[in-house]
């Protein structure tokens, strides 16, 4: 029984031992063969630049029309003329609409002739006054007769001009509200005018940025519906209060609007821009390696000898600004340094690396990506 005990446990100790010798002798090689080399990476790089760049205050704002609003009906009447186009231009004054006013100029006649015959009353009435045929209180009566005439003739005038709708000002009109023959009723809408140049954009800044801003300072706006370019503008109002709830004060620009590409209730992005220059390092955002216990980025070093490849040395930077595909290196790198702009997540510090920019990712400060 003992001897099949101590073959067992020969059996076992062979068993375990044999791989772990065979292990251990696998480690031992590879600690006398040294650390593997680490793969030569393609990479594409970037030069840190010296920039000015001119700081500014962004926010998103809304455009509002100049002069606009929905041009309704004073008073009740049927439509009897449509004077305009949807989405013509107008003048101010200019006739939109016309209601039917046949009664009241039937009532303007009757009223003119009330009038025609007060005056006849009152002018002899003046002859009989001044020789002293008629009393006093009898010439007072005839006179106010006269003048309540005068008076009753002007408000169906009044109204009669009031069935004219008449633009209040110059702009562009919206689709129309109303058909011909309809019955308005006083309150209706009829059609939307909007003056469309200038135009005003509205939007909110901290309180903090009160001390930076005043009217005359240039703002730049773009938005979805001018891809491509941005319009700029001056700030011309800015509140006197700041909204309580929010600690934000409003701020309204006035942009150059000829080809109406912006129109009111738009949403805008605003950059109020301060006339003030800062000197910035710039790269790519690209190059940077963003990480928990600080950004870094890899740059550069050519082999001394020249014939190996080039290498590349992790280095921490401090960020300040950014700038579309640009960011501001506030500290860790200097002008002319070549840095890593693409590829960064693969590398590692004292790696060798073979550049390659016939690839490499066109940076700009303003980007207008085609399919934003």
């Known amino acids: 029984m003992a001897k099949k005990i101590i073959l067992t446990l020969a059996v076992l100790l062979i068993a375990i031992g044999v791989p772990v010798g065979i292990k251990v002798t696998q480690i031992r090689h590879l600690i006398a063969q040294g650390q593997p080399p680490l793969p030569t990476e393609a990479i594409t790089t970037a030069q840190v630049k010296a920039e000015q760049w ?7 704002g809304s455009l509002v029309a100049v002069q606009g609003v929905t041009v309704s ?32 100029q039937a009532q303007l006649r009757s009223a003119e002739s009330a009038t025609a015959l007060a005056k006849i009353s009152l002018d002899r009435s003046v002859e009989l006054l001044a020789k002293a045929a008629i009393a006093k209180s009898d010439y007072d ?7 309540q005439a005068i008076a009753q ?11 004219t709708i008449r633009a209040p000002f110059s702009g562009r009109l919206g689709i129309r509200l109303v058909n011909l023959g309809q019955t308005l009723k006083a309150g209706d809408s009829i059609v939307s005018l909007q003056t469309l140049d200038p135009i005003y954009a509205n939007f909110q800044l901290p309180q903090q940025e009160i001390s930076r801003l005043k009217p005359g300072l240039t703002v730049s706006v773009s938005g979805d519906a001018i891809a491509g370019k941005a319009l700029e ?6 509140n006197p209060d700041v909204d309580s709830a929010t600690r934000n004060v409003r701020v309204q620009a006035t942009l150059a609007n000829a080809d109406e590409a912006l129109r009111p209730g738009m949403f805008v992005n605003v950059a109020v821009l301060l006339p003030v220059t800062d000197d910035v390092l710039a790269v ?15 740059v550069v070093e050519a082999s001394k000898d020249g014939q190996a490849p080039a290498t590349v040395r992790q280095q921490f930077v401090r960020l300040g600004t950014k700038r579309g595909d640009f960011v501001a290196v506030v500290s860790g790198l200097k002008a002319g340094d070549t840095v890593v702009s693409t590829g960064v997540f693969k ?6 690396v073979k550049i390659d920019n016939t690839l490499a990712p066109d940076a700009k400060l303003a980007p207008t990506p085609t399919d934003s």
């Open 54 to 60: 001119q700081p500014f205050i962004g926010a998103v």
């Open 73 to 104: 009906a004073e008073l009740d009447g049927k439509v009897v003329q449509i004077s305009f186009e949807p989405g013509s231009t107008v003048k101010a004054g200019d006739p939109l609409l016309s209601q039917d006013t046949s009664v009241e």
């Open 141 to 147: 009566q005839i006179a106010a007769q006269y003048q």
């Open 153 to 163: 003739a002007d408000n169906l005038r009044s109204v009669i001009a009031k069935k």
């Open 233 to 238: 503008g001056q700030i011309t109002a800015i």
């Open 284 to 298: 790519p955002a690209s190059a940077v390696l963003y990480a928990p216990y600080g950004d870094s980025v890899f």
């Open 347 to 352: 590398l590692r510090n004292g790696g060798p």
